[in-house]
């Protein structure tokens, strides 16, 4: 080896070093929102399979401000995986789009952090306060006033049913009917049983998660107001009465032979509205996507929307927020607004069922008057709006998402074959380890 | 400087006649020799720059991390010594359960694994009709992605519509909640990793197998040794080495078992391995202290006990390695 060609090497192995340090460098060189004369690119993190139903909104904004573009990144990302992601970006202050969205379960996750986030308010938030049902307005506030989000969407609260299953079973069929056949939980549970006895092929309810998310947040609503943490943020999974009959409640339905045992969310539940298994679903207002993108085609007319047992309720809804790293907080704070306003949040309904936040929205006509052809014409907006108003928040604690998982695993064990006792136990136990 | 001209670099080559500087040789000279004694350090530079950043700044903060409370919910950080373990070995049932969860799926992986694929590359090691394509086949699992044998794996495996509780069926045995019972779940994730591996030690077995001499098989045949006979005398010591290996690696594969299980099961809470745990391993339970429970000071001491276990593991793979090569 020459002397020269000794050199070369030595200089493409420092030219190499030159690259990679330049690649670690390119951390800070922000992916997510550059500007170029003027121009603005602005990034809107969602979740969920259906997205938020923005796409039409984009191109209307855009073509309002023509130097802004916009990126949605995260449709058909799962809520855990997405709020995991999130928390690293927001932890390391690089990486979060302009907009977040921040989902009931875990936004109050972020109000330790609410130094990271744009307060709203800087941008005239608070002149919008009345465009937001009072609840979900104070549901976006940090403890000590801060803006940190804009309500988008509510969860509301109903049972969708397969009428054609209802019929074979002779259950009746009309959405009025089948609402006042189950005035209570209680009833509900009698009609399953009902329903077992004539149709031994499908079951009543999809699984003992989904009826306990929905009895919960109905429970709570009504009852102390919060969930596995009290608004002081101390534990209280194993002394919540909310809780406590929630749980049991769901045992006894899962007792009853009405579950067909199928994990929320997973390949299994998709499954299962596919070959149709199962007649009933605890419904809030984004769970309607969710059916008519699972079930498919297939199933159009076959699904109803009926009043659900008990007094109203709401599970689920988010907020958009905008993180500090963003390098257009005025612009992405412009774009959030537009995104949650009365008008927006009624195209998004009408996209993908998102319940509106906005009394304005949940009076409008197009809202009041909507029904949903999928689900055999259903005035969805009318059974979702209904209760919406009065609702009182649920407070649900920071570490909201890992107690639940654990007291669903609970449930999920009873389903297995557990004594309910047993596994109250183990919510209990394993439920404080996971909210220490 | 003076030590550059006295001290020949060590790794010089000798070299032939070259050509002499035309210009200042004084100068060319003490260039050559920076070049000489530079140039092979600015050709490893690359990687211990690479494993400073990605390697030793995490272990550092990790043991700093695993000692503090560190928590995105914390607005500030506060030193809490050795709390964190403390906590781990004595009021963490969940973390135990994933050790035994780990090292049982560990053993019901492993065994099976290095047998089958022995006993599969002694077959393709003879001469059989189609060996090549055979051969090929086997190493073809390597190739596909983790993530889809784990998919494909846990719909044979499903409860409802899966191929192996419609096989049990019609033998007349009833279905089996492969995710409910913990060692179901165990056997279903050790066949999800053995297909995938069984090959790959295949492969390596069947390189070491052609390197054994031939004239111990011939002398073998000629004394009268069955085929059973040469393979547990010949092959299987010849190996020895080589088996050492494969369980080494298979130990270090095993205890970081987490694709398998986590994707075992679909939807919300897959982290948590099951309703009761049942097949949670200790990097799935890492994850949920870290992503779920958002205590990182904490995930970080179970990282830290992680790498203290899977060390002491090949502590013992190398003593055991140690003594059975002393013992030839």
């Known amino acids: 080896m020459s002397v020269t060609s000794r050199r070369r090497f030595a200089a493409v192995a420092l030219a190499s070093v030159a690259v990679l340090a330049a690649a670690t460098a390119c951390g800070d060189s922000d992916s997510s929102s550059g500007s170029d004369g003027g121009k603005v690119t602005l990034v809107v993190d969602v979740f969920g399979d259906q997205g938020f139903g923005y796409e039409e909104l984009y191109k209307q904004y855009q073509s309002e401000h023509p130097n802004v573009t916009i990126q949605e990144r995260g449709k058909g990302l799962g809520l855990g995986d997405y709020n995991t992601r999130l928390t690293q970006q927001i932890t390391a202050g690089a990486g979060a789009g302009d907009v977040v969205a921040l989902e009931e379960g875990t936004i109050v996750q972020f109000f330790a952090q609410a130094d990271k986030f744009v307060n709203l308010a800087d941008h005239g938030a608070n002149d919008l306060k009345s465009n937001f049902l009072p609840w979900k307005w104070e549901g976006g506030l940090t403890p000590d006033g801060k803006v940190l989000g804009l309500g988008t969407d509510v969860g509301g609260m109903a049972v969708c049913y397969r009428s054609d299953l209802f019929k074979a079973a002779g259950l009746p069929t009309d959405r009025e009917q089948v609402g006042a056949l189950w005035p209570t939980w209680d009833e509900f549970i009698a009609q399953g049983q009902k329903f077992a006895a004539a149709d031994k092929k499908h079951k009543f309810v999809d699984s003992a998660t989904n009826f306990y998310n929905i009895v919960l947040m109905q429970k709570a609503g009504a009852g102390t107001g919060y969930t596995y943490f009290d608004k002081s943020n101390k534990l209280t999974v194993g002394e919540n009465p909310d809780v406590r009959s929630a749980f049991e409640l769901t045992t006894k339905m899962t007792a009853a032979g009405l579950s067909n045992n199928l994990k929320s969310f997973s390949n299994e539940w998709n499954a299962g509205f596919k070959n149709g298994s199962f007649a009933t679903i605890g419904c809030p207002a984004w769970m309607t996507g969710v059916i008519k993108g699972q079930a498919g085609d297939a199933a159009a007319g076959k699904w109803d929307v009926a009043k659900a047992p008990g007094n109203g309720g709401n599970w689920g809804g988010s907020w958009l927020a905008v993180p500090k790293s963003s390098k257009h907080q005025k612009e992405a704070a412009e774009l959030a607004k537009f995104l949650t306003s009365a008008k927006s949040q009624t195209e998004a309904f009408k996209k993908v069922g998102n319940l509106p936040s906005s009394p304005q929205a949940l009076e409008d006509p197009a809202v009041l008057a909507a029904t949903n052809e999928y689900f055999s014409g259903a005035p969805i907006g009318k059974i979702f709006a209904a209760g919406a108003k009065e609702l009182k928040p649920v407070y649900l604690g920071p570490k909201n998402q ?35 | 400087m003076s030590s550059l001209k006295t001290t020949a670099p060590p790794a010089a080559p000798a070299r032939g006649p070259r050509p002499a500087p035309r210009h200042s040789p004084q100068r060319g000279r003490l260039l050559n020799r920076l070049d000489l004694r530079l140039t092979p350090y600015v050709f490893v530079l690359p990687f211990f720059v690479l494993f400073a950043i990605f390697g030793v700044y995490p272990i550092i903060y990790t043991f700093w991390i695993a000692m503090t409370d560190r928590s995105p919910l914390n607005a500030t950080i506060s030193f809490v010594g050795v709390d964190n373990f403390v906590e781990l070995f004595t009021n963490d049932p969940q973390f135990w359960n994933a050790v035994v969860n780990t090292f049982g799926m560990f053993l019901m992986s492993t065994i099976p694994q290095l047998l089958i694929a022995l006993l599969l590359a002694n077959a393709l090691n003879r001469r059989i009709r189609g060996q090549m394509f055979f051969r090929l086949a086997i190493a073809m699992p390597i190739i596909t992605s983790t993530a889809v044998v784990a998919l494909i794996f846990s719909m044979i495996y499903a409860r409802e519509f899966g191929l192996v509780n419609w096989l049990l069926d019609l033998v007349g045995v009833g279905p089996i909640d492969w995710r409910a019972n913990r060692f ?35 002398a073998a045949a ?9 393979f547990w005398s010949i092959t299987i010591p010849q190996l020895r080495p080589t088996i050492i290996f494969t369980l080494i690696i298979s130990t270090i594969g095993g205890l970081q078992l987490f694709t398998e299980p986590l994707m075992f099961t679909s939807g919300s809470g897959a982290l948590s391995g099951g309703s009761e745990g049942q097949f949670q391993t200790i990097t799935m339970y890492l994850l949920d202290v870290m992503n779920q429970r958002f205590r990182w000071g904490y995930a970080g001491a179970v990282a830290l006990v992680l790498f203290v276990l899977i060390a002491s593991v090949s502590l013992l793979n190398y003593l055991l390695a140690r003594r059975i090569s002393s013992d030839k």
Not at chain 1, 416 to 423: E, I, N, R, V
Not at chain 2, 222 to 230: E, H, K, Y
């Open chain 1, 402 to 436: 890992a107690v639940r998982d654990a007291v669903e695993n609970a449930l999920r064990s009873v389903e297995q074959g557990k004594a309910a006792d047993a596994a109250w136990q183990d919510a209990v136990k394993n439920g404080e380890a996971a909210g220490k």
């Open chain 2, 184 to 218: 179901a779940s165990w056997f279903a994730i050790s066949t999800m990793v053995d297909w995938r591996w069984v090959g790959y030690n295949a492969l390596i077995y069947l390189a070491a197998m052609q390197s054994i001499s031939k004239d111990m098989y011939e």
């Open chain 2, 222 to 230: 000629l004394d009268g040794a069955s085929r059973r006979r040469q």
